[in-house]
């Protein structure tokens, strides 16, 4: 809310002077912004109800999809600077309590490519990107975590610990891959973890004493691992790799898993790996996104892929949710916020194909 200085008005008050009615009607009329200094010529019930809405959110998390710096990205980050890819997203994921992405390579100069259609492997200066961008946190358990073997995977974790930024869902052992991550923000405990549903083989899979990722094949494992990290959490995150690449909406797999995950404690579960934006789905009052789509992210080669979004996430003192959804658009190795048309192609599809809530414009309210 606006601050207001009256010390040029007590002033004037103290040599005598008055404001005469001709005087306000000229000052109103050079400019109705005048209004917005008088604190006593505001209206009580809107002052009331900006004090209101401003308390009513205790925590704000912001979420975004596949993210590296490989492939045809590498080239321009070289040139254009590490910082680059995130300059229209860094205010949305500062004024956020925390913020999240899935990390979709390994971040390393070191390590042999995996046999596989695309490994995916970044400059280990793209975490200086990802800090000075704002992310809290990302999800590691994906298809490219491991695309250049254990090696660049620990250089990866390495980098992310050196820069403060958490991961979940991999490890060093099974251990650290399936434990959650917890922050304490605004009074708030905030648990999160991650799982893949899509592993090119259980090679990948974190064991006892075997680096690696957090499966999410084994329904049974991802349940019990939230039932323990809601157990002691104001707020449970799951953040999982699943889904069929550029399928528009969600699968009937994919949303049996996230009302069951929800059903053992999941406050949000989002979802990426279809490099498309799936809908957004309220049940029991929490907030699932079944797809973020790509975010920093090589050209696709269909329009849809290059639509992206940053959600965020609103969470009230009594737990009551609130999702706003900020549309981008994938060029040039970077995200730019989607403005006109093009914004309103975004919001109109996902206005269709989410229909559990309310929209007003680009935020969807639980019903």
Known sequence: MRMVDNNWINIILSRGLRLTGVFLTLTL???????????????????????????????RLAFAGDTMGAGKVAPILEEQGYMYPFEEARPYFEESDLAMVNLETAMSDRGDAE???????T???????????????????????????????????????????????????????????????????????????????????????????????????????????????????VYIHWGNEMELEASDDQRRIAHQMVEEGADVVIGAHPHVLQELEW????????SLGNFVFTMSHEDIGRQTAILQLEIDAEGGQKATVSPFRIR????????????????????????????????????
Do not use: M
């Open 29 to 59: 009329l050079a400019g109705c912004v005048f209004l917005d200094y008088i604190p006593w010529l505001q209206p009580e019930e809107v002052t009331q109800e900006i004090e209101e809405t401003a308390s009513d959110t205790v925590l």
């Open 115 to 121: 046999d596989k259609a695309y490994a995916f492997r």
């Open 123 to 237: 400059h280990p200066d793209f975490v200086k990107g990802l800090d000075w961008a704002g992310i809290d946190l990302v999800s590691v358990a994906n298809n490219h975590s491991l695309d250049y073997g254990v090696v660049a995977f620990l250089d990866t974790l390495d980098e992310l610990q050196q820069h403060e930024i958490g991961y979940v869902g991999g490890g060093v052992n099974a251990e650290e891959a399936y434990r959650e991550q917890t922050y304490e923000v605004n009074g708030q405990t905030v648990a999160f973890l991650g799982f893949s549903r899509v592993l090119p083989d259980v090679s990948w899979y974190a064991r006892e004493d075997q680096p690696g990722l957090a499966s999410g094949y084994q329904e049974e494992r991802i349940y019990q691992g939230i039932r323990q990290a809601s157990a002691s959490a104001d707020l449970t995150v």
């Open 283 to 290: 049940h029991q009052g929490k907030l699932i996104a079944y």
């Open 332 to 367: 040039h190795g970077a995200v730019w916020e989607a403005k006109g048309e093009e914004r309103e192609e975004i919001l109109r599809r996902l206005q269709t194909i989410s229909t559990t809530g309310e929209w007003q414009d680009h935020v969807f309210y639980p019903r």
